[in-house]
């Protein structure tokens, strides 16, 4: 058994039940269940549609999100989330180069890197070098002032944790902003890459080993065999190509507001619900939220 959920945008909530009756009688679903008024749906299908991705590319037109999966273990025991242009709105380091004055340059770089159009190490070694004599201080006026979290998110790790659920963030980014950010959404560790200094002043360079690509699939693999559970258990959520490798693994793998090349390599993708959208895709219902 499949089920189909349906996720519009929050802030406008025009889900039209007379659209999700039109697609479930098409497919031969079963009855509405509305997880929020005007804002989410879902109904069951014996079999995933062969025209899912037709009907996709239409709703995407009418700001509504269209997700198919297995009913069978789609609450997940485990949260594991990108940080930047996910939990939070921004690209940690494209807001500290706006402060060194090379902020163009630097998001030029970070757009193609999450684009997967650059090695993402040589990417961020790049774009480190860059904010080399920043002072470090700017780091917290940059957390206190530029960063801003993304709607949902506190909900998103809160519901899950409340079900028995374990939250990681785990970042490409630094761990002077992961730990704001796992800290004031609930996270249960953060894993990113640290920003060397001296003297008060960045260095220019980051600690090694550098956590990418392979460091995301290897934090899946450790917190699973530690938590006892299976890949099978694990929401993953993320946006760029460094992601790519750890939505595949995890059970539920979504690209949230993702770059178009990662889009093309994700089955489940977030466009236009915010981070309760992954709440609505395991079956809660807004009812069910932590707040």
Not at 115 to 139: H, Q, S, Y
Not at 171 to 199: I, K, W
Request: some cysteine; overall charge negative; glycine content about 10%.
């Amino acid at each position: 058994m499949q089920v189909v959920t349906l996720i519009t945008t929050p802030t406008e909530r025009n889900l039209d039940a007379a659209l999700v009756d039109s697609l479930r009688n098409a497919w031969g679903g079963g009855d509405a269940n509305w997880l929020a008024v005007d804002e989410a749906a879902e109904f069951a299908v014996p079999i995933a549609p062969g025209n899912q991705w037709d009907v996709w590319r239409d709703l995407q037109n009418a700001c509504v999100d269209l997700v198919i999966q297995p009913a069978e273990g789609r609450r997940k025991k485990m949260l594991l989330a990108d940080m930047d242009s996910t939990m939070i709105r921004q690209e940690c380091i494209d807001e500290l180069a706006a402060e060194a004055g090379v902020g163009a340059r630097v998001a030029g770089i970070t757009a193609r890197a999450m684009n997967g159009e650059l090695d993402f190490e040589a990417a961020l070694i790049e774009r480190v070098g860059l904010l080399k004599d920043l002072p470090e201080t700017m780091i917290e006026q940059v957390l206190d002032e530029r960063i801003t979290y993304m709607p949902g998110g506190y909900e998103l790790v809160n519901t899950m944790k409340a079900n028995g659920a374990y939250a990681a963030l785990v970042s490409g980014g630094f761990t002077a902003f992961t730990a704001r950010v796992a800290s004031a959404l609930g996270f249960d560790q953060n894993r990113a890459n640290t920003l060397l200094a001296a003297d008060g002043k960045l260095t220019g360079d980051v600690g090694r080993p550098i956590l990418g690509q392979a460091a995301k699939v290897e934090a899946l693999e450790e917190i699973t065999t530690h938590l006892g559970i299976t890949e099978q258990d694990v929401l993953a959520v993320g946006d760029g190509a460094n992601d790519l490798d750890m939505l595949k693994r995890a059970g539920t793998g979504v690209a949230l507001h993702a770059k178009p090349t990662v889009q093309a390599e994700c089955d489940m993708r977030v466009n236009h619900g915010d981070l309760t959208a992954l709440l609505f895709l395991q079956g809660y219902s807004r009812d069910e939220f932590v707040t």
